[in-house]
T-cell receptor, first 112, second 114 residues
Framework: RKEVEQDPGPFNVPEGATVAFNCTYS??????FFWYRQDCRKEPKLLMS???SGNEDGRFTAQLNRASQYISLLIRDSKLSDSATYLC?????????????FGAGTILRVKS | EAQVTQNPRYLITVTGKKLTVTCSQN?????MSWYRQDPGLGLRQIYY???????DKGDVPEGYKVSRKEKRNFPLILESPSPNQTSLYFC?????????????FGAGSRLTVL
């Protein structure tokens, strides 16, 4: 089993739609979780951290489910500019210098 | 502007010709790391450094070397590049350990080894 797994997509959605991605992780001791966004051929950039209680930033909501070992990202009212690859990032090996493990990414395409 | 700078951004080389990809950050970050990104595999860590003169192997270190003589610089060295090292490379940095802090990435270096 991969340490961090994501559905690669692509998710093709119309503008204004709500879309959700999940990401599962294998190490139950993982403590830190993030969503990064990567535009085509560019560097990943932090979208948001994921907190135990869940957190929201504008149209974006992130949630953590420790019991089932997954995190989710919900995007409401999708915009064309949301088209990108979304990377799930987990410190899947706590104690090894808190090394982060990246999922392979989920592709989102928002169409007009 | 706070940033991580990588050079070169694009490089085509031939098997066996040594090359160095430079990485420099101006944020006084202790932690620096190199990743490679290949289709379907996500970002995989090559080497990382917790501070000056402290480096350690990541998940895919074979064929690569690094050094951390100064806090701001973390060059990636390919002593004898091979075609399977054709990839998109990213340098990243953060304060302390990345589990608790946000990684800032360079713009990437696309390497092709013929």
């Amino acid at each position: 089993r991969k340490e961090v797994e994501q559905d690669p997509g692509p998710f093709n959605v119309p503008e204004g739609a709500t879309v959700a991605f999940n990401c599962t992780y294998s190490n139950s001791a993982s403590q830190s979780f993030f969503w990064y966004r990567q535009d085509c051929r560019k560097e990943p950039k932090l979208l948001m951290s994921v907190y135990s209680s869940g957190n929201e930033d504008g149209r974006f909501t992130a949630q953590l489910n420790r019991a089932s070992q997954y995190i989710s990202l919900l995007i409401r009212d999708s915009k064309l500019s949301d088209s990108a690859t979304y990377l799930c990032v987990v410190n899947a090996r706590p104690g090894y210098g808190n090394k982060l493990v990246f999922g392979a990414g989920t592709i989102l395409r928002v169409k007009s | 502007e706070a940033q991580v700078t990588q050079n070169p951004r694009y490089l085509i080389t031939v098997t066996g010709k040594k090359l160095t990809v430079t990485c420099s950050q101006n944020m006084n970050h202790e932690y620096m790391s190199w990743y490679r990104q290949d289709p379907g595999l996500g970002l995989r860590q090559i080497y990382y450094s917790m501070n000056v003169e402290v480096t350690d192997k990541g998940d895919v270190p074979e064929g690569y070397k690094v050094s951390r003589k100064e806090k701001r610089n973390f060059p990636l060295i390919l002593e004898s590049p091979s075609p399977n090292q054709t990839s998109l490379y990213f340098c990243a940095s953060s304060f302390y350990t990345p589990g608790a802090n946000v990684l800032t990435f360079g713009a990437g270096s696309r390497l092709t080894v013929l």
